[in-house]
């Protein structure tokens, strides 16, 4: 299973759809949320939309994997689908925030966390102003709550920098093929061209 997050406007759901489209043998788990839908998004596809109740009874019924609040809504990810396609032997992504992250990492300890960031913190609020999906007020929460979240970014097993979507694209479908790979077995034919950087690389 591969954790894939980062902060808000660091572009992680663009480079997961990106290597969605590239590797047909991953499964990408769609989380549910009580947050209202974006201008284009659909229910089922970018998230699974649900009234608060609706979740409440989520929790209650222990059908989540992870749940967190963030930027004032809820968000988490139905367990029953991420264990079928586990059971079936796909390789599992979860586009999910950090907090739900650190979640699945003690629940399942062997998951695979790649934290996805922006090239500067000018440049993530550059992003999140430019969707002009949210207000001045919710702009500033969620930067203020990247701030917090870019300091996770040590613990994960891979960093990748979103300065060029193509690029970290390329970054990010490298670090699922070679640690599926290595999983199977097969390590030594998929050492080279890895071109990821680690959170120590990243902070040097």
């Known amino acids: 299973m591969f ?14 759809k990106a290597v969605a489209d590239r590797v047909p043998d991953i499964w990408v788990s769609v989380s549910a949320t009580t947050r209202e839908p974006r201008p284009g998004e659909v229910d089922g596809q970018q998230y699974l ?9 989520l929790i209650a019924e222990g059908g989540l994997l992870e749940w967190a609040e963030v930027h004032g809504n809820r968000y ?34 062997e998951s ?22 949210e207000t001045a007020e919710e702009v500033e929460r969620r930067l203020r709550t990247a701030e917090v979240e ?19 694209a390329d970054e990010l479908e490298s670090i699922i093929k070679r640690v599926t790979a290595r999983d199977c077995g097969q390590d030594s034919e998929c050492d080279e061209g890895h071109d990821s950087r680690d959170p120590e690389e990243v902070k040097d």
């Open 112 to 133: 695979v966390l790649v934290f996805i960031s922006a090239p500067s913190f000018d440049e993530l609020r550059r992003r999140i102003e430019g969707r002009g999906a």
């Open 150 to 168: 870019m300091l996770f970014a040590g613990t994960y097993d891979f960093v990748v920098i979103n300065d060029d979507v193509r690029r970290a």
């Open 49 to 57: 939309f649900l009234s608060s109740a609706e979740f409440d009874r």
């Open 76 to 109: 988490g990810t139905p367990s029953e689908c991420v264990e079928k396609a586990l059971a079936e032997g796909k390789a599992v992504v979860l586009e999910i925030d950090p907090q739900g992250a650190m979640q699945v990492k003690d629940r399942v300890p």
């Open 3 to 16: 954790i894939v997050s980062g902060p808000s406007g660091a572009g992680k759901g663009t480079l997961v």
